[in-house]
């Protein structure tokens, strides 16, 4: 026979206890609105418990009889004192239930906010990692789902488990003092009630939840996945391979609702067969108390109106605790958010990041990907001065763009460290460091937003001139003083409004206005056409004047005026020196990797004197 420790247990394995400290975490923040709720509801609670009490008085006033003189003045005396209880009982109820419900519609988007907040502020620090292998449509319907998760549950709990525990306490107590076997009737009938239906929620309806809110997510994903690369879809005609892909996971989405919900209605239909079996059981138990002589015609009454009361507890009581599974399991992503240790915490007392001149030192450094069989960087050590200008070139994976990540501790180093202006980057908080370095991707993503917000996200602070001052370095200005709305018109999701050209030169423009000590160009015109590119290099070669500038070079055309270029190979520097030392050097690999690209850029003319 399953206990109830083992029902507690089941419970326990569903997540509900973890769910119930999540929420309770929440609540225990507002200790004084939560006192007040709590108390208000106990109080209506008994307002329910005493209105059966109060009718059947007033049914036992009036049942005498009266004869032809009326009724007496003790008979008018308790009908009248019976009315006054049952009208006091009904206006304190809805009474205290008018300022709960406002308290409570206050608290429920208060609670709400701090969700979504704690846990976009604990994803926002996810490691680089975490990002790249999770889809951002399903990590967005994760936290908004456990938002309203959080609405069911608390719904669940206060307006039903909560009410229905004081309402069998104050009902059973109530019943036992006159008839102390119906009170244990009635005891044992809800409790094995509750005890049914948390069976049914964690072992019947819970598997089926957590099937459904798998395939929930996963096609919002899905769906998040292919609008964003609509320009894809389009330019491959593959729209109907995309609906189908859509069509095929709705499929499975509504095979498992129809699953998950078909086991509710089954699970209602139990609980409602228990109730009935309760009524008849109470109800036969009073008349058989009424044909000995042990009960009055209001207490009888007072039998059924208590049984009514109670029905109105109980008979959603089942939905409830399914509402309240279902947000359970809703609610799991958000808390495993929570608790899912972090891969790159700042150190317990991270102290904040003071830039002086930008020098980099990486000292013996050992570093390597999760999944790679060996480290890229074996006891590295390299050191950039103060202001000085260095190319990074070589092949792909040749650990360019890992130098520049550790550079911004996206990664962290198994052994070894990386020192900026004598600071070790591992005891500084990530967020001091990087708001100290400014990186133009190859790529540039821009925010949903304007213009003006885009080329100011690294300096939030900067006025309209200063903003317009940097789209000038950056020869933005050409293009943003010919859109309709100029610097306050909107980018679309990841810039792409714009031309690739464009997004590069906002992408430059916020680097002129952030204005940090240490610069990172990740071929930073390669989406510009020759003409753009002449000019704006001259913009680029102003911003790397007296800042430490780490260019990732994969057009070594664009590297002639660096200080030092650093040739990469298998994560250590082969050749290091000037483009004229390197060109220079017998057998140089900086010269064979020249040759190839010059090779490659005379294949399009000769393509093109062949085709004549």
Not at 228 to 240: L, M
Not at 486 to 496: A, S
Request: hydrophobic fraction near 45%; charged fraction near 20%.
């Amino acid at each position: 026979m399953k206990t109830p420790s083992h029902l507690l247990e089941k419970m326990k394995n569903s997540g509900f206890l973890a769910a119930s400290r999540f929420v309770f975490s929440y609540w225990r923040q507002l200790p004084f609105v939560m006192g007040f709720l709590v108390f208000t509801k106990a109080l209506m609670v008994g307002c329910d418990v005493l209105l059966p009490y109060f009718a059947g008085r007033l049914v036992d006033a009036v049942a005498i009889d009266v004869g032809s003189s009326g009724p007496s003045e003790a008979q008018s005396s308790a009908a009248i004192w019976a009315l006054v209880g049952v009208l006091t009982m009904e206006a304190s109820f809805y009474t205290l239930r008018f300022f709960q419900d406002r308290v409570w519609v206050w608290l429920a988007p208060e609670v709400m906010s701090r969700i979504v907040n704690d846990v976009f502020r604990r994803v926002q620090r996810f490691s680089t990692d975490w990002h790249a292998n999770n889809f951002a449509g399903a990590t967005v319907r994760k936290i908004t789902r456990g938002k309203w998760a959080y609405d069911g549950y608390a719904d669940s709990m206060f307006f039903g488990l909560i009410p229905t525990v004081l309402i069998v306490i104050g009902m059973s107590v109530m019943f036992y003092v006159q008839w102390a076997v119906m009170g244990l009737m009635l005891f044992f009938f809800i409790v094995g009630l509750i005890l049914v239906n948390v069976l049914l929620v964690t072992k019947y309806i819970a598997p089926a939840n957590i099937r459904f809110n798998k395939n929930d997510t996963k096609l919002g994903a899905i769906l998040a996945d292919s609008i964003t690369c609509n320009s894809v879809v389009k330019a491959f005609g593959a729209e109907a391979r995309e609906e189908a892909t859509v069509a095929d996971q709705t499929e499975k989405w509504r095979a498992t609702a129809l699953r998950s919900w078909n086991r509710q209605v089954n699970s209602g239909t139990i609980h409602s067969g228990i109730l009935v079996l309760m009524f008849g059981s109470l109800l036969g138990l009073a008349l058989v108390l009424w044909s000995r002589g042990l009960t009055t015609p209001g207490q009888l009454a007072q039998v059924v109106a208590s049984y009514f009361i109670i029905n109105g507890y109980l008979r959603h009581i089942g939905m409830h605790m399914r509402e309240m599974q279902k947000a359970v399991n809703e609610m799991e992503d958000a808390i495993d958010f929570m608790h899912r240790p972090m891969d790159m915490p700042d150190k317990q007392n991270a102290i904040t990041f003071k830039p002086v001149a930008g020098a980099i030192s990486f000292e013996e450094v050992t570093f390597h990907y999760k999944k790679a069989l060996a480290p890229l960087y074996q006891d590295f050590s390299l050191d950039i001065r103060p202001g000085e200008k260095v190319a990074l070139v070589g092949h792909s994976g040749s650990g360019k763009s890992t130098l520049v990540k550790l550079v911004q501790r996206l990664y962290d180093v198994e052994a070894g460290r990386i020192v900026i202006d004598g600071q070790d980057i591992s005891e500084v908080t990530q967020s001091s460091l990087r708001a100290n370095i400014a990186l133009v991707p190859q790529e540039p993503i821009l925010f949903h937003r304007t213009l003006r917000e885009n080329i100011a996200y690294g300096y939030p602070e900067a006025t309209d001139a200063e903003i317009m001052e940097a789209a000038k370095r950056a020869h933005a200005h050409e293009f943003i003083k010919d859109l309709e709305a100029g610097y306050d018109t909107l980018v679309g999701e990841r810039g792409i409004k714009l031309s690739g050209g464009e997004r590069q030169r906002v992408a430059l423009a916020r680097a002129f206005l952030a204005d940090c000590p240490i610069l990172i160009l990740d071929e930073a015109t390669s989406s510009l056409d020759s003409h753009t590119e002449s000019y704006i290099q001259e913009s680029i070669t102003a911003l790397m004047e007296g800042r430490t500038t780490i260019v990732i070079a994969h057009r070594l055309s664009t590297i002639r005026a660096v200080d030092r270029i650093l040739v990469f190979d298998k994560g250590r520097i082969i050749e290091e020196g000037t483009h004229d030392e390197l060109m220079a050097r017998p057998g140089s690999h900086y010269a064979s990797l020249v040759a190839v690209q010059m090779l490659e850029s005379k294949v399009p003319e000769i393509t093109q004197d062949l085709a004549s």
